[in-house]
């Protein structure tokens, strides 16, 4: 059974660091574009991060966290990473790693390249207040 399991969301005070994992179960994650997503209380889920299979890897990020999140893989742990600097309250939210095959990766990609996902993990929360 494919599954996606997120972990490492914790209490975080503003200014301070952050590292999520997506660890995957049942499917090698190195075929698979990843991407991360979070949803607020009350707000709709938003994409976060997305990149792209092991072959021609790379990653796009929304706005409001380019400069401060990184998405990595590491493929000998079969996990994707989100590392998240420079928290702000407004990041706090429910994140989400979500997998899929897609049939066409293009040579580059924007954020929407993961707007559809077939597999979805149950989420972790990060709450970023002093």
């Known amino acids: 059974q494919l599954q996606v399991v997120e972990s490492g969301g914790e209490l975080v005070q503003p200014g301070g660091s952050l590292r999520l994992s997506c660890a995957a179960s049942?499917?090698?994650?190195?075929?698979?574009?990843i991407g991360w997503f979070r949803q607020a209380p009350g707000k709709e889920r938003e994409g976060v991060s997305c990149?792209?299979?092991?072959?021609?890897?790379?990653?796009a990020y929304a706005d409001s966290v380019k400069g401060r999140f990184t998405i990595s893989r590491d493929n000998a742990k079969n996990t994707v990473y989100l590392q998240m600097n420079s928290l702000k309250p407004e990041d706090t939210a429910v994140y989400y790693c979500?997998?899929?095959?897609?049939?066409?990766?293009?040579?580059?990609?924007?954020?929407?390249?993961?707007?559809?996902?077939?597999?979805w993990g149950k989420g972790t929360l990060v709450t970023v207040s002093s």
């Open positions: 979500a997998a899929d095959l897609k049939g066409i990766v293009p040579v580059s990609i924007t954020l929407d390249f993961c707007d559809r996902m077939a597999v």
């Open positions: 049942g499917f090698n994650l190195d075929y698979y574009t």
């Open positions: 990149i792209t299979s092991s072959d021609g890897i790379n990653a």
